[in-house]
């Protein structure tokens, strides 16, 4: 048990300090350690939990707590999510008091303002490449092209968007 | 990197309160209900503060809206700020993934349940699409800084080239054109 939980820790810890790009840009190597390197989790096992993760909210990390929790029981649980989260968020946190250190210095502002497209243009085509995995009818793509138009035009809560998908997907479940 | 205007101060209970709506909203990704809730509607940054942190987070190993969380917490509360930010995130979802894992067996094969689960994630698309046109929209970026926004969206959207050397290539192209303009101005 205590051996299961420092492998866990020393392959998610090792893995936080490579995941530039987060979870999804992760995906193919975590399978690779959880389920042929480590044999922790059958293919259809890891199958299932990314479905799981997929269907929850919040950050999608929680794909690796979920993998500890189902490897270990609850330290499992503790010990995934600290080791995903830990090495990346310490980096980030030295990173930003960096980056407020030097404010004032040239290089940074530069950086600043040539981040502000690269975020832009990734968000742009986080959106397609989600539309293109989960939108395979045409309810779903007039369902994401409405949401879009929504958050677009207006400022109310996203929430009514996520809620009319789910009604008008099952609705149209039930179309004669 | 808020030192544009002064900070508005964001007390430890709204930070945590924040945080804990943006994980427990945000399905098939967390950044849309980050603006929501930091630019929109408790305004503690613009628009364009929101994308540079962002993009700070994307350069970064770790899912980008986590590291922009950190550095959100420490400006407004130090460290503990930081953990406030990161519990409020991870705690609602955690307990849901697990209370979801116990029941998936029995949902999945229900057919509504199926269909309200891929409509969320077709709204959800959606909403991720629509806030960064929003973001494009409110921020107004330069021709140089659009060249920019459109290549990454076409390599990784359209071309599906591998993240992490876009990502190198754009900042590095982006950096460069910024450049460009200071060169000119100190001939």
Known sequence: ?????????????????????????????????????????TDAAFANAFAIANASPG??????????????????????????????CALAFLAGRGMARFQHSPIVGLLRDALVPVALGLMLAAGISMMRT???????????????????????????????GALVNVAVLHLP | MLNDRPLRSVGKTELFL???????????GVAPWARYVIVEERKWLTDKEFAELLGVGQILPGPN???ASVIIGDRFQGPVGVLLCLLGQMAMPVVIVMALAVVYEHLSNVPEVRA????????????????????????RPTPRALLVVGLGFAAVALLRWPLVPVVVGLVTLALVLGFLPLLKRGR
């Not at chain 1, 009818?137 to 009319?164: C, E, H, M, Q």
């Open chain 2, 18 to 28: 924040g945080f804990l709506k943006i994980g427990l909203m945000g399905f098939g």
């Open chain 1, 1 to 41: 048990m205590i051996g299961t939980l420092v492998e866990l820790a020393r392959t998610f810890a090792l893995l936080s300090l490579v995941s530039i790009g987060g979870i999804n840009a992760l995906l193919p190597e975590i399978h690779r350690q959880v389920v042929e390197v480590h044999g922790w989790m």
């Open chain 1, 59 to 88: 950050p999608n990390v929680i794909l690796v707590s979920l993998i500890g929790w189902q490897v270990a029981g609850l330290p499992g649980l503790l010990v995934a999510t600290l080791a995903i989260m830990v090495p990346s």
């Open chain 2, 116 to 139: 309200a689960l891929i409509g969320v994630a077709a709204a959800s698309a959606g909403l991720v699409l629509g806030t960064a046109l929003k973001m494009i929209r409110n921020i």
């Open chain 2, 65 to 67: 809206t986590v590291n």
């Open chain 1, 134 to 164: 989960v939108d395979h009818d045409v309810p779903t793509v007039a369902i994401s092209l409405a949401a879009a138009a929504f958050i677009y035009a207006t400022k109310r809560n996203p929430l009514w968007v996520l809620g009319l």
